[in-house]
């Protein structure tokens, strides 16, 4: 069973999890996010794309520039988190206008929104383990580069399987 102190120091703990995942997925697409690469990711850090490519440090840090520099005017606002040991969930809405090439997608200038998550998994206050998950769909459809849905009922449908 925790002592008093040790679920204060845990609550204290999450708490700047928090701020860091969050300050740093805030920060994307800005000139301050180079400076926080060190300053936020550990030595170990890996992230984990749900295409089931695993980057280290090093690569992520050139892919996260290289996609950035595609998009103008990015904003990531980050509106609730869940912390629970060394995870941090944020579940954030991106804004931006695409302005440069992107897999499967010419550069088109039109801006769109979507929502996304990251896990991130912590050690010594940095993190250690990053899984982002934005809606791509939606991202596409936005940018012309796929057909919307074409009626509620087919949409339920795919949400639903029904």
């Known amino acids: 069973m925790q002592s008093r102190i ?5 609550a204290i703990n999450s708490e700047i999890q928090k701020q860091i995942a969050k300050e740093w997925h805030e920060a994307f697409g800005t000139e301050e996010v180079k400076t926080m690469y060190d300053q936020y990711l550990h030595e170990n850090f890996t992230a984990d794309f749900f295409n089931g490519q695993e980057v280290n440090k090093f690569q992520y840090i050139e892919q ?3 996609f950035a520099s595609a998009f103008r005017n990015n904003k990531i606002t980050v509106i609730d988190q869940v912390a629970e040991d060394d995870k941090v ?8 206008i ?3 090439d ?3 997608i010419p550069a088109t200038g039109k801006l769109f929104e979507i ?4 896990i ?3 050690k010594d206050e940095k993190v250690i383990k990053h899984y982002p998950l934005f809606d791509q769909l939606k991202m596409m459809q936005q940018l012309g580069a796929m057909a ?10 795919m949400v639903n399987g029904r």
Do not use: C, N, Y
Not at 115 to 118: E, H, P, T, Y
């Open 148 to 157: 919307d849905l074409p009626d509620r009922k087919l949409k339920m449908h």
């Open 120 to 122: 991130d998994h912590f």
């Open 64 to 66: 996260d520039q290289q």
């Open 102 to 104: 992107i897999p499967g």
């Open 6 to 10: 040790e679920k204060v120091h845990l």
């Open 98 to 100: 695409q302005i440069g």
């Open 115 to 118: 929502r996304g998550i990251a």
């Open 89 to 96: 969930v944020s579940v954030m809405i991106w804004t931006a």
